[in-house]
Nanobody, 122 residues
Framework: VQLQASGGGLVQAGGSLRLSCAAS????????MGWFRQAPGEERGFVAA????????NYADSVKGRFTISRDSAKNTVYLQMNSLKPEDTAVYYC????????????????WGQGTQVTVSS
């Protein structure tokens, strides 16, 4: 499975960016897709995830109300609309995919993309 992310860049605080990630190869259409991020000196952390038919989403508390995850299952593509960006959102954002779980807390990605840099200036 290959995950190709795009859309990162440099933006001022309060601005917006939209990340995209297309899955290819042996990607399974019914797998969960989502995003993690890693800031300098920190561990990777969960950002958001969405089920294959978009009937359920999950967000980290730090991004709720500002970020929106969506998905085009026909294109096997996931998006992350990021609004009201803050300097603390600066990180490398990784697209992920993995098997669905009954509870979000047990979601564990199986495949990771190469990452796209998001930098928010103050």
């Amino acid at each position: 499975v290959q995950l190709q992310a795009s859309g990162g860049g440099l933006v001022q605080a309060g601005g917006s960016l939209r990340l995209s990630c297309a899955a290819s190869g042996r990607a399974r259409p019914r797998d969960v897709m989502g995003w993690f991020r890693q800031a300098p000196g920190e561990e990777r952390g969960f950002v958001a995830a969405i089920t294959w038919n978009s009937d359920s989403t999950n967000y980290a508390d730090s991004v709720k109300g500002r970020f929106t995850i969506s998905r085009d299952s026909a294109k096997n593509t996931v998006y992350l609309q990021m609004n009201s960006l803050k300097p603390e959102d600066t990180a490398v954002y990784y697209c992920v995919t993995g098997s669905p779980t009954l509870v979000w807390a047990r979601f564990s990605p199986k495949y990771w993309g190469q990452g796209t840099q998001v930098t928010v200036s103050s």
